[in-house]
């Protein structure tokens, strides 16, 4: 069983609309969740970090933590063509170090 | 603010050779984390340095090394390269303290001929 699972798609969406990508982990002590984004040929560019049970919203974007079944998520309200890109999802499963275990990542492409 | 910075950006070696890639963290970080990247194996942790400390280290060969300076700047060594290290190395910057963002360079692209 792979650490950190995404879909790798590709997902794609209509302009304007909701993207929704999912993430489940295996560790259940993982402490910190962390959601990239890659262009191709670009390094991954943080969009949200999330480590409290709940929804966490920066603009168009919302995490969603659910610990008792090891799910994190990314919504994106009002998709723009901009945000077609490669989502990566990212877990630290111990304090006292920064290791990020990743997912496949998910391809977005949003349809105009 | 400045963001992490990355040299070179990009680099060509030869099977057998040794390549040395640099990472200056954001200005107050003092944890540099570093990962390969391939699209075969999709993102890898190699190592986590903070004050001048190896904290974590990934699951590869001895051939793979690193070090941070007291400054936090951190450098990577890849000795005797391989056609398969041909990646994208990615530094990482963070304040080392639990719950903190963490924040990727550009990278440096790596292809061994």
């Known amino acids: 069983q792979k650490e950190v699972e995404q879909n790798s798609g590709p997902l794609s969406v209509p302009e304007g609309a909701i993207a929704s990508l999912n993430c489940t982990y295996s560790?259940?002590?993982?402490?910190?969740f962390f959601w990239y984004r890659q262009y191709s040929g670009k390094s991954p560019e943080l969009i949200m970090f999330i480590y409290s049970n709940g929804d966490k919203e920066d603009g168009r974007f919302t995490a969603q933590l659910n610990k008792a079944s090891q799910y994190v998520s990314l919504l994106i309200r009002d998709s723009q063509p901009s945000d077609s890109a490669t989502y990566l999802c990212?877990?630290?499963?111990?304090?006292?170090?920064?290791?990020?275990?990743f997912g496949t990542g998910t391809r977005l492409t949003i349809i105009p | 603010k400045a963001g992490v910075t990355q040299t070179p950006r990009y680099l060509i070696k030869t099977r057998g050779q040794q390549v040395t890639l640099s990472c200056s963290p954001i200005s107050g970080h003092r944890s540099v984390s570093w990962y390969q990247q391939t699209p075969g194996q999709g993102l890898q942790f190699l190592f986590e340095y903070f004050s001048e400390t190896q904290r974590n280290k990934g699951n590869f060969p001895g051939r793979f090394s690193g070090r941070q300076f007291s400054n936090s700047r951190s450098e990577m060594n890849v000795s005797t390269l391989e056609l398969g290290d041909s990646a994208l190395y990615l530094c990482?910057?963070?304040?080392?303290?639990?719950?903190?963002?963490?924040?990727f360079g550009e990278g440096s692209w790596l292809t061994v001929v």
């Open positions: 560790d259940r002590g993982s402490q910190s």
């Open positions: 990482a910057s963070s304040s080392g303290t639990s719950r903190n963002t963490i924040y």
């Open positions: 990212a877990v630290i499963s111990n304090f006292g170090n920064e290791k990020l275990t």
